[in-house]
């Protein structure tokens, strides 16, 4: 977190997954499912990119594994239609059952079967026949996936149990891409996994999925992790997709406050807005396509609001939590006497909370300068 | 495109099963639930009988038949047997499982398959054994005797295992709460084996209710052998029917008791997940005490049995081994138990498979019936069976069909308990990730949930054998004329005084028992809690 970058522009890593749904690889269209009573998806709608990555995250219960297991085949949707490569397999009478679909899927816990060892179980989808030269050719291929997936051919021999959780993802990676998949479902692959494994794991995944050029989509409740994973982000809350987008748009303008917040944390605070800017305890803030005029409230990002010696907004510290690397802080703005009286500008004295490297300047009882960068979101006022 | 009926068949399913996620099996539920339908109704049907026979008979005749004083002899023969049995089981049972689990017991390992062996021998092996030793033996006492020392590892082998998993913590708590070691055993440790003291105390029961041979060599009448006699005379008369229903009620009421005292406690179960081992206590100067004390119930519950039951063999020499008498009953034995064990595991699997895969209140409704069903005396099933054949079907009466049907409704919840640990083993995740790496959903399932369930049905299987092997009640009333087993040809043998004649079939039975008990015990410690 530099101070001198208050660049907002879209990182140019992105783009690809709106730009080309044209010739969509999967396409969603109202898709809803009950389960017994209990509605999990409302009509979800989604269309992915052939060779995107797409990210599905969302609070536990939001439906987002239901939508997973429609799109494998696993389960059937009660309204609504699934395409693959433009081919109805799902909805309007057509059906087509998981294992004609070619779609990989690797679980929650990787799913590798107890009784086999490693190579038996990437071997377990191959098609034996399919491969010249029996026994030998499966070998090769067992040992070439293995090394796809960084890890030693020699581990063929091994039980499932005798790996790591890391591993054992990787190898129910391997084993899903054995069969040559245009399409990979991945479950939460990395949640059972330890911190550290698992920015390794899901880096390791992401690049071999990329270098195979697999459409690829993901769910989680890791909002980190979809955001660094995917080139699209689809945000389900209560059986809906919520929002769609890359993740610098998702994650920067955000459609509504409970996104915003789900996303990662956020300064939520009154405002005024008239034209395009807000005026809030923060001062006036440029919003970009503001969806109301008048009391709003006002959305920006934690790093946004950083710590200048010459900035224009007081506030003093009232507490701290240290972690390290950087300093969780809470301020309270400093009230403006008289502005109170007006509702069109607000009175200060809201407690915000940000982020700071520095813990040697943010002693609880300093007074700070502070400054914001860039543009706020402003949604209109809940009710 | 063959699947595609399973397809929409499932849709259906989950309406039928009205609950919520559950994967789709590769056969549709509803064909599942129609099968396991037909197998509960068929497994009722002892307890239909008795019922119809009891509505049929009529008030009066009914009343006059079972408020009379033989019937209230009986009666508190049984309830006597009960009450003494019983709690001397769960004090030995108990007692030898914390002994070998929770205190350093010399040779702990030994002992703990020690007081699981009493299980190898049939009870009334045990009685002949002990009969053959000391004629004079008779009555409620020779009966408590003989009962508890087959029966009380009923109750040790599950206390064993929930106490090998209790969580240690939770009495270390106590501990530092200030409790002594005493306190800590009565007030911490001893709530939580409370499943398996209800649980052990209801099989104990049971065993008491349903035994028959036990307590027919010492002359000791209980409403089994008192059923049996009356078959036996009047061969199907009102009277032993009076008996049967009272029985049955006797049945219902115990485990209405056992629901009832297990109460809350199966929601107090302590979750999974890494646990410490348990510490073992000290024994000081018990150490003696406890090793003789165990010394003395594995020799009168094992060694005096079989090392009497070797006495007879060794007696006999050559003369006793009739190849003639004893390899048909051997074969025959093997036969009933191979093809019964089989049967009901095929059986057992669409029940174990619903309930794993689609637990709801039908699953339960259905495993309910299943476990009323076991709960009845094999006289009440053979009676049953043998009444139906002959009104109804006249053509299966005596065929080893019926028994072996009748095998199946006896032992079916053996099987049942394993398939359903197996089951969980192999969780719909692995079925359907075969499933996404192309395999159809019959080859999936064959190759991923069949395959790994097959060890717990091998054990389930093994118990079913066991159970079979020493099984005489029904055997004798159901068997096909000139069929022999290995129990009712020791039963025979036996009856006319022949002690030796019935040795070698004692010690068949035995050897036969004895490594599926081992099977039993070892698999007490894997589905404690169960």
């Not at chain 2, 092996?125 to 009966?143: F, Q, R, T």
Request: aromatic letters at 8%; proline letters at 6%.
């Amino acid at each position: 977190m530099t101070e001198q970058s208050p660049s907002l522009l879209p990182a140019p890593r992105i783009a690809p997954a709106i730009a080309s749904t044209t010739d969509p690889h999967l396409e969603i269209i109202d898709v809803t499912k009950n389960f017994g009573a209990q509605a999990v998806l409302k009509g979800v709608n989604l269309s992915v990119a052939k060779g995107g990555t797409t990210a599905i995250v969302g609070p536990s219960g939001s439906g987002k594994t239901t939508l997973l297991r429609l799109i494998a085949g696993f389960e059937y949707p009660d309204t609504g239609s699934i395409s693959l490569n433009g081919r109805q397999v799902a909805g309007n009478g057509a059906w087509q059952p998981a294992h004609k679909r070619h779609v990989g899927y690797v679980a929650q816990d990787g799913a590798l079967f107890p009784h086999l060892t490693v190579g038996q179980n990437i071997a377990f989808g191959l098609d034996h026949s399919a491969l010249d030269g029996g026994r030998r050719a499966v070998r090769d291929r067992v040992a070439e996936l293995l090394d796809m997936v960084s890890l030693d051919p020699a581990m063929a021999k091994r039980r499932p149990h005798q790996l790591s959780g890391g591993q054992q993802q990787r190898i129910a990676l391997a084993r899903a891409l054995a069969r040559k998949p245009e399409l990979m479902l991945l479950d939460e692959p990395f949640s059972a996994l330890d911190a550290g494994l698992r920015v390794a794991t899901r880096r390791a995944v992401a690049n071999v999925l990329n270098e195979a050029g697999v459409t690829t989509i993901l769910v989680t409740h890791d909002q980190a992790e979809a955001l660094s994973f995917a080139d699209q982000v689809a945000i389900m809350r209560g059986g809906t997709l919520a929002q769609i987008g890359n993740p610098f748009v998702v994650y920067t303008r955000p459609a509504d406050r409970a996104t915003a917040e789900f996303l990662g944390d956020a300064v939520i605070l009154d405002a005024w807005m008239e034209g395009s800017l807000a005026t809030c305890s923060l001062g006036g803030i440029p919003v970009r396509r503001p969806p109301a005029q008048g009391a709003v409230q006002l959305m920006l990002r934690p790093e946004q609001i950083r710590i200048a010696p010459d900035g224009p907004i007081r506030g003093v510290v009232v507490d701290t939590d240290y972690f390290g690397p950087e300093t969780t802080v809470r301020i309270r703005l400093a009230p403006k006497p008289g502005a109170g009286s007006d509702h069109r500008f607000p009175g200060g004295g809201e407690v915000i909370t940000i982020r700071h490297w520095n813990a040697s300047i943010t002693k609880p009882g300093t007074e700070l300068c502070l400054r914001v960068v860039g543009e706020g979101v402003a949604f209109p006022v809940e009710n | 495109m063959s699947t595609v009926p399973s397809a929409s068949v499932s849709q259906g399913s989950t309406t039928t099963a009205g609950k919520g996620k559950r994967p789709r099996p590769p056969f549709g539920v509803p064909a599942l639930s129609v099968i396991a339908v037909l197998i509960a109704l068929f497994s009722l049907l002892p307890l239909g009988y008795v019922a119809y026979m009891t509505a049929a008979t009529g008030w009066d005749t009914a009343a006059g038949l079972i408020f009379r004083p033989r019937v209230g002899e009986l009666l508190g023969n049984t309830i006597l047997l009960i009450l003494i049995t019983v709690p001397l089981s769960l004090v030995l049972g108990v007692g030898g499982a914390w002994l070998v689990e929770r205190t350093a017991l010399r040779g702990h390992r030994v002992w703990a398959v020690a007081l699981a062996a009493p299980l190898a021998i049939p009870a009334f092996v045990n009685s002949y054994a002990w009969v053959s030793a000391v004629p004079s033996l008779e009555g409620i006492w020779s009966g408590v005797l003989i009962a508890t020392l087959s029966y009380f590892p009923l109750v040790y082998i599950p206390a064993a295992a929930m106490l090998g998993r209790l969580d240690p913590a939770i009495e270390q708590s106590a501990a530092s709460l200030g409790l002594g070691p005493w306190a800590v055993f009565f007030r911490v440790v001893l709530p939580q084996l409370r499943i398996a003291m209800t649980g052990g105390a209801l099989l104990v029961a049971l065993h008491l209710l349903a035994e028959y041979g036990a307590f027919a060599m010492i002359r000791f009448d209980t409403f089994t052998t008192a059923i049996m006699t009356q078959f036996q005379s009047t061969f199907n008369g009102t009277a032993g029917n009076m008996l049967a229903s009272v029985l049955v009620l006797f049945c219902l009421g115990l485990l209405v008791v056992e629901v009832r005292s297990r109460g809350t406690a199966r929601y107090a179960r302590i979750g999974s997940g890494a646990q410490a081992k348990p510490t073992r206590l000290r024994l000081g100067v018990f150490q003696l005490p406890s090793q003789l004390a165990l010394l003395a119930l594995t020799v009168l519950a094992f060694g005096l049995p079989c090392w009497l039951v070797l006495r007879w063999v060794l007696l006999g020499g050559s003369a006793i081994w009739d190849a003639a008498e004893f390899i048909p009953a051997l074969l025959q034995t093997l036969a009933y138990g191979l093809t019964g064990a089989l049967v009901t595991t095929v059986v057992a699997f669409p029940l174990a498979y619903l309930a794993v895969r689609n637990p709801g209140w039908f699953s339960k409704a259905l495993e309910l019936s299943n476990y009323v069903t076991s709960s009845l005396p094999g006289i009440v099933v053979g009676l049953a069976f043998v009444t139906i054949s002959i009104r109804l079907l006249p053509g299966v009466y005596q065929t080893s069909g019926l028994l072996i049907a009748a095998y199946v409704l006896l032992f079916l919840p053996r099987s049942l308990v394993n398939l359903r640990s197996g089951l969980a083993q192999a969780p719909k995740e692995l079925d359907e990730a075969a499933r996404s790496l192309g395999k159809s959903p019959w080859l999936a399932f064959l190759k991923v949930t069949l395959r790994l369930s097959a060890p717990a049905a091998a054990g389930g299987a093994a118990l079913v054998f066991l159970g079979i092997v020493n099984e005489l009640t029904a055997t004798l009333l159901l068997s096909p004329n000139g069929t022999s087993t290995l129990a009712t040809e020791f039963w025979s043998k036996s009856s006319e005084i022949d002690y030796s004649g019935a040795a070698p079939y004692a010690l068949l039975m035995i050897l036969l028992s004895a490594p599926m008990t081992y099977l039993l015990f070892q698999q007490s410690k894997k589905v404690a809690g169960q």
